[in-house]
C-alpha cells in the first residue's frame, strides 16, 4: 500500500495545479496527467484512480462554475451526458476494485498511450459542424464514464476529443464537459469508497488545492488560447509518461 508523506504535499498541489490548468484550457487530461504521475511514484491503479476522482469532484466543481459563469456551457449538452457518465463510471470503478492492481497496470499504460496518440489525432483532424442532437453524445458520455473509472482518467479525452472531431462548437464542448464530470466523478469517487474505503483517499488533500487553485485560470484560457497547440503538447506529456512507466 502506498504511504503518504506529508513532506511530499507541495508535489501533490503542483500536480494537481498543472493538470487543472490543462483540463479547464481542454477539457480534458486531468484525470490522465494525475493518474500517470500518481502510478509514477508506486501507488496502485485503484487508488490512484480513487484519488483522481475525489480530487475531480473538488476541481470539476470549480471549473464548471467557472465555465458556467464564462457561458460556456450547453445545458442541453450536459443533460445527455450526465446519465450515460455516471452509470459508465460506476460500472468501472466497481470493475477496477475488483482486479488485482499488478495485473491491470501494464494495460493502463497501453490505454493511456492511446489515449495520447487519440488527442494528437484529434488535434489535426478537419471536423464538420454538428449540434447537441448528435446521435452519438450518450454512447461517448457512457463510454467516457468507463474509460475515466478504469484508467483513472478518459473523461475529457474521450468525450471531449470525440465531440470536438464530430464537430460540436469547441467552446461550449470543453465548459460542457468540464460541468458534467463533477456529476461523474462524484458518482466514481462514492463507488471507490464503498469499494475501497476512506482512509486510502487522504493523499488527495494536495490535488484538491493545487486544482482548486487552478480551476478559474482554465476557464479563461479557453478564450484566449489555441487550442491545438495545447492539444499537441498534452499529447506528448502523456504519451511520454506513460511509455517510461510501461517500460
Not at 508506486?42 to 464548471?64: I, N, W, Y
Not at 493523499?203 to 484560457?221: D, M
Request: glycine share 12%; with cysteine; hydrophobic share 55%.
Amino acid at each position: 500500500m502506498f504511504d503518504f508523506v506529508w513532506t511530499d504535499f507541495l508535489t501533490f498541489v503542483a500536480i494537481g495545479f498543472f493538470a487543472q490548468i490543462v483540463d479547464g484550457a481542454l477539457g480534458m487530461a486531468f484525470g490522465v496527467l494525475c493518474t500517470t504521475a500518481l502510478l509514477s511514484i508506486g501507488m496502485p491503479p485503484a487508488v490512484a484512480s480513487a484519488m483522481t476522482h475525489l480530487t475531480e469532484c473538488f476541481t470539476s466543481a470549480a471549473s464548471g462554475i467557472s465555465h458556467a459563469y464564462h457561458r460556456n456551457v450547453d445545458w442541453r449538452l450536459v443533460a445527455r451526458l450526465a446519465p450515460a457518465g455516471m452509470l459508465g463510471g460506476a460500472i468501472g470503478a466497481y470493475l477496477l476494485s475488483s482486479i488485482d492492481g499488478s495485473v491491470i497496470s501494464p494495460f493502463i499504460s497501453v490505454y493511456l498511450i492511446c489515449i495520447g496518440l487519440f488527442i494528437l489525432y484529434k488535434a489535426f483532424r478537419p471536423v464538420w459542424p454538428r449540434d447537441v442532437r448528435d446521435w452519438i453524445v450518450p454512447y461517448v458520455g457512457g463510454f467516457g464514464g468507463l474509460m475515466d473509472a478504469i484508467g483513472g482518467g478518459g473523461w475529457g479525452p474521450v468525450v471531449t476529443s470525440t465531440l470536438l472531431g464530430r464537430g460540436h462548437d469547441a467552446k461550449k464542448v470543453i465548459g460542457s464537459t468540464n460541468f458534467t464530470e463533477f456529476s461523474v466523478t462524484f458518482v466514481i469517487s462514492l463507488t471507490f469508497i464503498v469499494t475501497l474505503g476512506w482512509t486510502q483517499l487522504s493523499a488527495a488533500a494536495g490535488l484538491i488545492v493545487g486544482g482548486v487553485l487552478a480551476a478559474p485560470v482554465g476557464a479563461i484560457i479557453v478564450k484566449n488560447v489555441p487550442v491545438r497547440p495545447l492539444m499537441v503538447a498534452v499529447s506528448i506529456v502523456i504519451v511520454a509518461s506513460a511509455v517510461i512507466r510501461l517500460i
